[in-house]
């Protein structure tokens, strides 16, 4: 098992998180937070694979 593995699984058994989704959903908005083009890169994904109108829905 990798580390953060590991880590996220002390964070959530500490009681920070109250499921690994949890703290995953956290992890990918700081992400887009400090690294904003990935967004957009990201974005820019999903709509060559088609899959805007799908999110609009959400």
């Known amino acids: ?3 953060q593995d590991l880590q996220l699984n002390a964070l959530v058994k500490a009681g ?3 499921s690994r989704a949890e703290a995953v959903a956290e992890a990918i908005q700081m992400l ?3 690294r904003p083009q990935l967004k957009l890169e990201a974005a ?13 829905k959400q």
Request: overall charge neutral.
């Open 44 to 56: 820019l994904q999903l709509y060559l694979d088609g899959e805007t109108t799908r999110l609009q």
């Open 1 to 3: 098992m990798a580390i």
């Open 32 to 34: 887009f937070v400090t």
């Open 16 to 18: 920070i998180f109250r």
